[in-house]
């Protein structure tokens, strides 16, 4: 048997009920959380980004002060500066967490795996990994399950959230790869990197949210600039928000960028 018939017949054997959970209904957002009228009421929501390959110690001490200030849920930055702002939140109810395979998901499994490892030796919290899109888009699903496992053994007991790059997949692909993450035991399902050609859309919110069911998180990231933008997440099944305009959305303001 052809190597990609026999993942396609494990797939199905695994998980083919998983599929199903497109059809279930999203769950109730509280009148609160969707009416977007006071930006405070999402900082508990919010992943404080800082991912760019140029952070400086001074920005990420920036990010970390106002994560502080506003109370956000955590901050987000690359695993080789997880250290780094593990300290300067030292004391405080804000989560450090690092992002792996970051931004391409192109490593094996076991890179991921020695990555997410070693950022939790340096302190962090929660791991947000990019999935394989390769091993996706050639309906490996074998190794895509495996990539994901992968990670969230090593991470083991702390939260694994996958991000998909939801711009660059169609909604069957957007279907399978949450149907596969919740098989994997991840612990929430992500849009976005910020890096690619789009970032969170309320379609592609609400369609995870439906595949995954009231079991995971789903984190809408890229293009959250305001809180306006967080209500419309929130709304459509966002349980957390992941952007750089974290200050604006909580203060009212709106700001640029993918992030």
């Known amino acids: 048997m052809r190597p ?6 494990s797939w199905h ?23 977007g009228t006071d930006g405070k009421q999402y900082a508990k929501l919010i992943d ?19 994560a502080r200030e506003h109370g956000f849920y955590s901050v987000c930055v690359n695993s080789c500066n997880v250290r780094f702002v593990a300290k300067q939140l030292a004391g405080c109810d804000t989560l450090p967490i690092a992002v ?3 931004p391409l998901g192109a490593q094996r499994p076991d890179a991921k795996a020695y990555e997410a490892r ?6 962090a919290q929660e791991i947000d990994m990019v999935v394989n ?14 990539d994901i496992r992968a990670v969230v053994e090593a991470s083991a007991p702390l939260p694994v959230k996958v991000i998909l790059e939801t711009a660059q997949l169609d909604e069957e692909e957007k279907v399978i790869v949450c149907a ?7 612990a929430f399902v992500k849009t976005s990197t910020g890096f690619s050609t789009g970032g969170a859309t309320i379609d592609d919110v609400s369609l995870m949210r439906r595949v995954v069911g009231g079991e995971m998180g789903v984190k809408a990231s890229g293009g959250v600039r305001n809180a306006a933008d967080a209500a419309a997440m929130v709304a459509a099944g966002a ?4 952007c750089s305009s974290s200050v604006a959305v909580v203060t009212g303001g709106t700001a640029s960028g993918n992030y």
Do not use: M, W
């Open 4 to 9: 990609e018939a026999e993942s396609k017949r």
């Open 13 to 35: 054997q695994e998980d083919a009920a998983l599929r199903n959970r497109r059809q279930r209904p999203l769950p109730k957002v509280s009148p609160a959380a969707s009416a």
């Open 48 to 66: 404080h980004t800082l991912l760019k390959p140029e952070a400086s110690e001074q920005q990420l001490a920036k990010v970390c002060q106002e």
């Open 100 to 102: 792996v395979g970051f």
């Open 118 to 123: 070693q950022a939790i030796r340096d302190g």
């Open 133 to 146: 899109l390769g091993a996706l888009k050639s309906k490996n699903y074998a190794l895509v399950l495996e």
């Open 180 to 186: 596969l993450t919740s098989a994997a035991r991840a």
């Open 239 to 242: 349980t957390r928000l992941g």
